[in-house]
């Protein structure tokens, strides 16, 4: 049987999207290639807000991640951490080569502007790594209020790891300031893992110009020179992008106005499911994620268990995230999923916790 999934991805892929994925082949140096890939690279900026370039990786997220300190740290990197996919931006940095501090909060609190603020006043820093969506404490930093800081220190890249918020809470990265905003396709975009996107500044570029030893794959001037061409420096996962050019075209159809009111709604109704049903919300007030939520396993149900019964019943959620494993749960609501389903799963849920507490 297969389990619907609301995990913070893979994330469930809808039959449409798959079936497009099935697209027969096209030779990635040709001029049908070339026409694809401008085509969904005109649509990303669209939805991004921006005028910047938009790049295509065949790579998971964490591979832009580490493009991002290869092509754009010169100097010393601020990283300001919430969890421990933020934690992993900054150890990938020491395994660079890359001087970098940890300038991260306790776990379930969100960056705030005033921290990045005192951090970038010292001068120290010429790139600043935020995580927008934290998916291990299920918390969503303020990325606005910290872009409107970042405007006070130009020679400081903004470099921001999008991969759980894009697609289900709204970016616009040139207003924000944002100089790298990535993302994968297995969350918001509800397509399978394996694909990556970017939007890049031209300041951004300009910076890997200063930099030595950008590595070869992830050669941020590698993948500028073939953009003029509309083709990528290696190979593409040319089925990631004809998905990725259907779901885009879904996404205009619903609405992108419509679309984030959908991922809050269903935000609002997993934390109200949460609330009732005698748990807490991991995050600080204010700060949860509107894509998935972590709530604080304050009635001590055995996940494993709750689990293994929603798997009986053709549903999945997920355990807590590393530290965080055995105090907390997480319920994803993004990408495709509509409030009925999520309605649906909530209600299993409580009749199955009801049933093992």
């Not at 096209?26 to 807000?49: M, N």
């Not at 005033?114 to 291990?136: F, R």
């Not at 990265?173 to 918001?188: F, N, P, R």
């Not at 604080?296 to 268990?305: E, L, Q, S, V, Y």
Request: hydrophobic share 40%.
């Amino acid at each position: 049987m297969h389990k619907k999934l609301f995990i913070p991805g893979p994330v469930e892929v809808y039959p449409d999207a798959l079936k497009v994925m099935g697209t027969p082949m096209i030779g990635h140096r040709t001029k049908d290639y070339s026409t694809l890939h401008g085509r969904v690279k005109e649509k990303i900026q669209r939805f991004l807000y921006t005028k910047n370039k938009v790049f295509f990786s065949t790579s998971s997220g964490t591979g832009v991640m580490e493009a991002c300190l290869r092509n754009c740290v010169a100097k010393r990197a601020a990283c300001f951490p919430c969890g421990a996919f933020g934690e992993r931006w900054y150890k990938m940095a020491a395994v660079n080569g890359k001087e970098a501090d940890n300038l991260g909060v306790e776990m379930g609190k969100a960056i705030k502007p005033e921290v990045v603020d005192k951090a970038l006043s010292t001068g120290k820093y010429d790139v600043a790594l935020i995580t927008h969506n934290e998916t291990s404490s299920g918390v969503m930093n303020p990325l606005e209020e910290i872009g409107n800081v970042l405007k006070k220190y130009p020679d400081v890249l903004f470099l921001v790891d999008a991969v759980s918020a894009m697609a289900g809470a709204k970016i616009e990265v040139d207003k924000w300031g944002i100089d790298v905003c990535l993302a994968s396709t297995q969350k918001g975009f509800a397509l399978p893992p394996g694909f990556s996107l970017f939007s890049i500044s031209e300041k951004a570029l300009a910076r890997a110009k200063q930099v030595p030893n950008r590595g070869y794959y992830f050669d941020f001037l590698e993948f500028d020179k073939f953009d003029a061409k509309n083709q990528t420096p290696t190979t593409p996962s040319i089925s990631h992008l004809y998905a990725l050019d259907h779901q885009l075209d879904k996404f205009f159809a619903e609405g992108l106005d419509k679309r984030f009111e959908r991922h809050q709604k269903m935000a609002k109704m997993c934390r109200d499911w949460v609330i009732e049903n005698g748990f807490k919300l991991f995050p600080e007030p204010g700060y949860e994620s509107v894509t998935m939520t972590t709530a604080d396993n304050t009635r001590n149900i055995d996940i494993g268990k709750i689990n293994a019964a929603l798997a009986e019943k053709g549903f999945i959620i997920s355990a807590g995230y590393g530290k965080l494993k055995a105090q907390t749960f997480r319920i994803a609501h993004m990408g495709d999923t509509q409030p009925e389903e999520l309605s649906e799963l909530l209600a299993v849920l409580k009749e199955i916790i009801g049933t093992h507490a």
